[in-house]
C-alpha cells in the first residue's frame, strides 16, 4: 500500500490512541511518549534508511520494529503497516525492495507527525 493509494485514511487513530492513554493511566505520560515519538522520528527514519542503504540487515531489521511497534501503539496503522511491509522485505532480504518503499515511509511518519504534533502537543 503507497501512502497516494491511501490519502482518506486517517494517520492516527484517535479511539487507539486514547486507549494507549487510559492504558498508561496518566495523560501526562501519555502525551510524553507522543512528544518523544514526534521529537525522534526524523533519527528513527535516518537509523533505518542508513540501514538499508549499508544493506546491513539485522540494524534494518531494529529500526523498521521499533518504528512498526511504537506506531501500533499510538495508533498510526498506516506507518505501522508501510513498516511491516518493509520488514517482511528486509526478512526477505530484498533490500531494493526496502530501498524503493523508503520514500512512502518516510512520507507517511512525516504526515503522522504532524498529525499528532495538531492534536496532541
Known amino acids: 500500500m503507497t501512502v497516494a493509494s491511501a490519502e482518506n485514511r486517517r494517520f492516527v487513530d484517535a479511539a487507539v490512541l486514547q ?6 493511566g496518566d ?11 514526534v521529537g525522534v522520528w526524523a533519527d528513527r527514519y ?5 540501514a538499508v542503504a549499508r544493506r546491513d540487515r539485522a540494524a534494518a531489521l531494529d529500526a523498521v ?5 511504537t506506531s501500533l501503539m499510538l495508533g498510526a496503522a498506516l506507518l ?4 511491516s511491509d518493509l ?3 528486509i ?5 531494493d525492495g526496502a530501498i ?3 520514500p512512502h515511509l518516510l512520507l507517511c511518519g512525516n504526515q503522522t507527525v504532524e498529525v499528532l504534533r495538531n492534536e496532541q502537543l
Do not use: H
Not at 495523560?27 to 515519538?37: G, K
Open 100 to 102: 524503493a518503499g523508503m
Open 87 to 89: 520488514e517482511d522485505l
Open 46 to 50: 535516518e537509523k533505518l534508511a542508513t
Open 27 to 37: 495523560p501526562v505520560i501519555a502525551r510524553e511518549f507522543v512528544r518523544d515519538f
Open 91 to 95: 526478512r526477505q532480504s530484498d533490500m
Open 80 to 83: 505501522a503497516e508501510l513498516a
Open 65 to 69: 520494529l521499533s518504528i512498526k511497534i
Open 19 to 24: 486507549a494507549f492513554e487510559n492504558e498508561i
